[in-house]
Each structure stands twice: as C-alpha cells, then as structure tokens.
C-alpha cells in the first residue's frame, strides 16, 4: 500500500530566523494521523538564517540523524564532540541516555537548509555517541548509497533502530530499484520530482510505503531523495 503525504499538508512554522516543514507531529504542530511512521518519528525539513540555530538542548533516548542540504551547521555537544557538518555529509547521533547539544548556522550571510530526522531506537540507556561520514551520493549519481543500517555493512553508520537510510542523486532520466529488507519503506524528496511506484512526487512530498517487496524510483528531470527500509 502507498500514501502520500504532500508537502503542501505537512505541518509549518516560521519564527524568523526558522522555517520549519513538520512531515509528522513536532512542538507546536499535532496531528493525530501523523505520529510518525514505524520508527520513524520525525522528518522536518528546517531553513535557519544566517548567524542563527538552536542553542544547547537536550535529547534522550532516540537515534537522530541530520542530512543538510544546502550552507553548514555547527554542531556541539556534550560529549565533547564539536564539528561542521556540510552537504555530502550525515550526522548520526545517539542520545542514549542523555546529550545535550546545540546546531548553529555558522555562515553570516548563507542559509542553512537540512533535513533533521529522529528515529526510535530499539535499545534504552545506551552510552550518547557522536559520528559524522562524509559519503559520494553526489558524485555517484543513480545508485543507493545506504547510509545507516542495522549492521554497519557497506560502510554506513551502525544505528540502534528498525530502520535504515538510504540516499539517491537521480541525474535527468535516472533511476534506482530498492528491494525491501525490513518490509516497509518512506520515501521523502529532497529536491525535484519522480515517479515512485506510478505515483508522482514533488519536492517535500513523503511516501508511505506499507507491504511491498521493492520499488522503482525514477526522474525525468532530475532529483535527490532519502528513502528508509523500516521494520
């Protein structure tokens, strides 16, 4: 079974320096249809001005991932861990059994634009760690670069979830092909458009995708995409 959820319905919020997209329910915005999907809690696709960014907050428990898009955040934690994260790059995170963090749009003219993801994870009270991995989903247009998974294989990050993520460039008339491991999927679109499955995606549209063995995503004009196998 395949549900859209078109950008146009996610939730929004705009405090100035933040303009925030909410695919399922987050701080303000609740919606009792949209709590999530699986073990994927949150997918919000933020744009932080210039010289602006949250400031040190916590988290526990929950796997939380940060793929930018466009410009930097400058990440801090207590962990002890201080990095810069650009595009091309995925930020994971563990909270486990307590972080405290900050992200800040270190550029002061440029703005940070990124998709922030949290994840359930299957194991409570685990040590907070802290990695970043540059990968080639740019450079290595139309083909999956599995990014996180439940084993580390292929060289991505070994995350404490049923879940795995999983990235694509398309270059015009591009395609892939995914065969599900864990039984279910959420497509969510980066930039352009594609077609999934005979359905057709803009950009900040997400698909639910429940019970089904594979799918083929194309684009005649070209796009990027994040796609998630979930248990």
């Known amino acids: 079974m395949l ?6 319905d996610r939730g929004h919020a705009n405090h100035g320096w933040l303009d925030s997209n909410f695919s399922f329910s987050f701080d303000q915005y609740y919606d009792p249809a949209h709590m999530g999907f699986r073990a994927l809690r949150v997918i919000n696709e933020d744009r932080v001005a210039p010289a602006m960014g949250f400031g040190k907050h916590p988290h526990r428990d929950m796997e939380i991932l940060t793929y930018v898009l466009e410009g930097a955040v400058k990440h801090e934690d207590s962990t002890g861990a201080s990095e810069t994260l650009v595009p091309g790059e995925l930020q994971h995170m563990s909270a486990g059994t307590g972080v405290r963090h900050s ?17 359930v994870p299957n194991q409570l009270g685990i040590p907070p760690k802290y990695e970043q991995k540059r990968f080639t989903v740019q450079e290595q247009p139309n083909r999956l670069h599995l990014l996180a998974s439940t084993d580390a294989r292929d060289g991505s990050f070994r995350i404490h979830s049923d879940a795995e993520l999983l990235a694509a460039k398309l270059d015009p008339s591009g395609s892939v092909t995914h065969t ?3 039984g279910n999927g959420w497509l969510q679109i980066a930039r352009g458009d594609v077609l999934a499955a005979g359905k057709t995606l803009h950009e900040g549209d997400g698909l639910e995708i429940e019970a089904e063995s594979s799918i083929t995503i194309e684009s005649k004009s070209g796009a990027e995409f994040l796609l998630f196998d979930l248990a």
């Open 180 to 182: 599900f491991r864990l």
């Open 3 to 8: 549900t859209i959820r078109p950008a146009t």
């Open 103 to 119: 992200e800040m749009n270190p550029s002061a003219d440029k703005t940070l634009h990124l998709l922030q993801i949290w994840l």
